[in-house]
Nanobody, 125 residues
Framework: QVQLVESGGGLVQAGGSLRLSCAASGRTFSVYAMGWFRQAPGKEREFVAAISWSGANTYYADSVKGRFTISRDNAKNTVYLQMNSLKPEDTAVYYC??????????????????WGQGTQVTVSS
């Protein structure tokens, strides 16, 4: 079965940086798009970033564009989210997700059939 395990969350001051990792196993990693989503307390889960199966195409929410970078290493079955210039409003549980469909990249949660357990990111002001 597919397993996604996030790591790298923590507490950081505003303006700082964190790098999240998500290690995948259970099926061929290199043919599926990957995404990062987040859920803040009292809010619905929202799209953060997505990357195509090859890594050639990336997509970002407007709120993180220019500050966050998604990347992947298909040899290591891992996707990353580099988060710079963090703001208190970035505080949330961050989830990585894997697309349900081969070679298809999307920003909608319904397109992702597999999810990690989440990692907490807290940005203090």
């Amino acid at each position: 079965q597919v397993q996604l395990v996030e790591s790298g969350g923590g507490l950081v001051q505003a303006g700082g940086s964190l790098r999240l990792s998500c290690a995948a196993s259970g099926r061929t990693f290199s043919v599926y798009a990957m995404g990062w989503f987040r859920q803040a307390p009292g809010k619905e889960r929202e799209f953060v970033a997505a990357i195509s199966w090859s890594g050639a195409n990336t997509y970002y929410a407007d709120s993180v564009k220019g500050r966050f970078t998604i990347s992947r290493d298909n040899a290591k079955n891992t996707v990353y989210l580099q988060m710079n210039s963090l703001k208190p409003e970035d505080t949330a549980v961050y989830y990585c997700a894997q697309s349900s469909t081969l070679y298809t990249t999307a920003t909608s949660q319904v397109s992702y059939g597999y999810w990690g357990q989440g990692t907490q990111v807290t940005v203090s002001s």
